[in-house]
């Protein structure tokens, strides 16, 4: 099992920027792709970014694309969503998950085996 920590949430004013980090330990060897995904109150889980831990290609929903980047260190294990031109709308738990299999599709939630626990971020209008 892969065991994952984010940190870096908070309440950050419209246009501003914050970057979290998710910190990975336990099997770590067996992470294919790493992915953020945020959860707003009555919405479903949907995807952000995920990045491949091999190689570093990344994916991005249309919302974040031009605004967020997603990066991976591999000697600290720990992925990176770096957000900027933050929107009310982006007020959400964001969490970390990582796939221990390979995958085409990345922006599901069922293709993530471990997840963390999610770290509030919050744009107010």
């Known amino acids: 099992q892969v065991h994952l920590v984010e940190s870096g949430g908070g309440l950050v004013q419209a246009g501003g920027s914050l970057r979290l980090s998710c910190a990975a330990s336990?099997?770590?060897?067996?992470?294919?792709?790493m992915g953020w995904f945020r959860q707003a109150p009555g919405k479903e889980r949907e995807f952000v970014a995920a990045i491949r831990w091999a190689g570093g290609s990344s994916y991005y929903a249309a919302s974040a694309k031009d605004r967020f980047t997603i990066s991976r260190d591999v000697a600290k294990k720990t992925v990176y969503l770096q957000m900027s031109n933050l929107l009310p709308e982006d007020t959400a738990v964001y969490y970390c998950?990582?796939?221990?299999?390979?995958?085409?599709?990345?922006?599901?939630?069922?293709?993530?085996?471990?997840w963390g626990q999610g770290t509030q971020v919050t744009v107010p209008s």
């Open positions: 998950a990582a796939a221990k299999s390979w995958r085409i599709v990345v922006v599901t939630t069922s293709v993530y085996d471990d």
């Open positions: 336990g099997r770590t060897d067996t992470m294919y792709t």
